[in-house]
């Protein structure tokens, strides 16, 4: 029989299981120290999870073998854990996603070897809305996230015109996401085609280090500028997730002087983070992706850019327009932008009334 330790954590009854196995067999990191890395890193974790509904990516094996995504909450879980029910076209039927907002909900998603977490972009109470537009910057090999940090660069160079600010963190596995927040009111049909719009004038322009276009085949020592997971039914890593990698490496958030101390020293190892590493990071620096979670910012207004429909083609000449201009780049510091004083999602129950919550999933 399984070995079970009931702990109570604020007020909540949970029985852990299995804490010596070894789910990083690599490291030799136990399924208990994954508990406790999740644990401790839970201040700067939870707000970014608060109020999205998050995919489960779960190895109850290990790292080495097999693992699956679950969406909808289990059957089995405890009935003080909050869900979002969000409908599925797909499906067709509300998928109730859980809402890790609380130290109980994630140690429990924890004991369950979810070892990746995978939050929505959007809120679950206004789930067309993404509070934020992602990129991904997945390298193909031999390049690796040297090559992504100059990509990065880029495309904070573009933001920057548009009086937009960045931020940068490690997947935890091999590239660089860059997370432009915008918490003003948009839809995914606005932010896909001007991350599209993007991705490709960033091949146009590099053509020799990025493509824009998800085929394997063309990858090869280039960086692949992943635009798609600006999408409803996407989903993209959590901040402070550990990865099933060999290693128990972190998506780690960095500063772009890290960002261009790896370029300049070509060393990918300066971007490679694990969780002793960011618990420590967590301690001194406190959270680096707080602006994430409140900095107010606005895309461009593709109308005033284009008179055309906003096809990635359409945005893309806007875009290399606005951007091919003679006005300068209009930085924008943190500290010089207003931020939004907006609360988190308050979470829903699996049985309140679903009418408010549909995606294709």
Request: proline share 8%; glycine share 4%; with cysteine.
């Amino acid at each position: 029989m399984a070995s079970l330790q009931v702990v109570e954590i604020e007020g909540k009854h949970l029985k852990l299981s299995n804490l010596d196995k070894v789910l990083y067999p690599g490291a030799g990191f136990t399924k208990g120290r994954v508990i406790d890395y999740y644990v401790r890193i839970s201040p700067v974790l939870l707000p970014h999870l608060a109020g999205r509904p998050v995919t489960m990516k779960r190895y109850p094996e290990g790292v080495d073998q097999e693992f699956f995504f679950e969406k909808n909450a289990p059957k089995h879980r405890p009935d003080w854990v909050k869900t979002a029910p969000i409908w599925s076209s797909g499906n067709n039927r509300y998928v109730n996603y859980v809402l890790v907002d609380d130290l109980p909900t994630l140690v429990w998603v924890a004991n369950l070897a979810s070892i990746e977490l995978h939050p929505s972009l959007s809120l679950a109470k206004d789930i067309d809305c993404p509070t934020m537009i992602v990129f991904d910057l997945d390298p193909g090999p031999p390049a690796n996230i040297v090559q992504c940090a100059q990509v990065g660069l880029w495309v904070r160079e573009i933001f920057h015109h548009f009086g937009l600010e960045s931020f940068p963190k490690t997947s935890g596995s091999k590239g660089l996401q860059m997370y432009v927040p915008l918490y003003t009111p948009t839809s995914y049909e606005q932010t896909k085609p001007f991350a599209h719009a993007l991705a490709r004038l960033l091949e146009q322009e590099h053509p020799d280090l990025i493509v824009s276009d998800m085929k394997k085949a063309i990858r090869t020592n280039k960086v692949f500028v992943d635009w798609s997971q600006n999408d409803e039914h996407k989903t993209t890593v959590a901040i402070y997730s550990l990865r099933a990698r060999e290693r128990p490496t972190v998506s780690t958030p960095v500063t772009w002087e890290e960002v261009e101390r790896a370029l300049k020293k070509k060393d990918p190892k300066l971007l490679v983070f694990e969780a002793p590493q960011v618990l420590e990071r967590a301690a001194k620096l406190g959270d680096l992706f707080e602006p994430v979670l409140k900095l107010k910012q606005k895309l461009p207004d593709l109308t005033k850019l284009t008179a055309e429909a906003p096809e990635p083609e359409a945005v893309e000449r806007a875009v290399q327009a606005e951007t091919r201009g003679n006005s300068k780049p209009r930085a924008r510091t943190v500290g010089a932008t207003k931020t939004s004083g907006k609360k988190s999602a308050k979470a829903v129950d699996q049985s309140a009334p679903p009418t408010k919550h549909r995606r294709k999933v």
